[in-house]
């Protein structure tokens, strides 16, 4: 299992100060683990690659679908992020980010909203941060040492996309139990069961299918 952990978090390696305002989010407390040297390696590197997100197609379709992914996305969104090119960024980063984890984008998309409402500079009482509420010790572990980067767009849901992977890893590909992991409150049904409803809203069904799918 270990050995399939690393393979996981090689892929993510691979692959390609700030005003404080203190706005209050409903998480948890990651907890801060003691990681094998091969684990905390591969982690760094995942979190320290620095290729901007910019979405890459292998054809005309699948750039197609994420148009349309965005579209739908952003009229989901639009309440909460009105600035077209402010919204625009921040879906393109997500769906960056989610697919370079290996993670569902609407997974990704309905953690950030039971964590942090969307709000980029959330605060919880625990002291995690950002978008996906990343406790700042992750930044000692695998980064460079400086938290208040956690407020940064790219950086915080790099952050939250590795941390989730990691912890979907450690949990045998059990999503529950890594949910948990990442709230703090392992095992308890509440912040699993209250991001799969919140997923509900993310889920994406391409109204146009190639015929290959019809």
């Known amino acids: 299992m270990l050995i399939s952990r690393r393979k996981s ?15 209050s989010a409903r998480a948890g407390a990651q907890a801060e683990e003691p990681l094998i040297d091969s684990v905390r390696t591969a982690l760094s590197s995942a979190v320290a690659q620095q290729a901007p997100p910019v979405p890459e197609f292998v054809d005309t379709d699948g750039r197609l679908v994420y148009l349309r992914w965005l579209a739908a996305m952003s009229d989901r969104l639009w309440r909460r992020k009105p600035e077209w090119l402010v919204r625009k960024e921040f879906l393109q980063t997500v769906w960056y ?3 370079r984890a290996g993670l569902d984008t609407s997974l990704v998309l309905g953690l950030i909203e039971v964590e942090s409402n969307f709000r980029k500079f959330a605060v919880s009482p625990v002291g995690a941060r950002g978008y996906m509420q990343v406790m700042p010790f992750w930044t000692r572990v695998i980064g460079d040492g400086d938290p208040g980067k956690l407020f940064h767009l790219q950086t915080n849901l790099r952050f939250g996309c590795v941390i989730l992977r990691h912890y979907l890893d450690r949990e045998r590909g059990d999503l529950y139990m890594a949910l948990g992991r990442y709230n703090g409150s392992r095992g308890k049904p509440q912040y699993p069961d209250a991001v799969f409803g919140a997923q509900r809203h993310w889920v994406f069904a391409d109204p146009v299918k190639s015929p290959a799918q019809a």
């Open 9 to 23: 978090l090689a892929a993510l390696a691979a692959g390609p100060s700030l005003f404080l305002w203190s706005e």
């Open 97 to 99: 980010e989610s697919r």
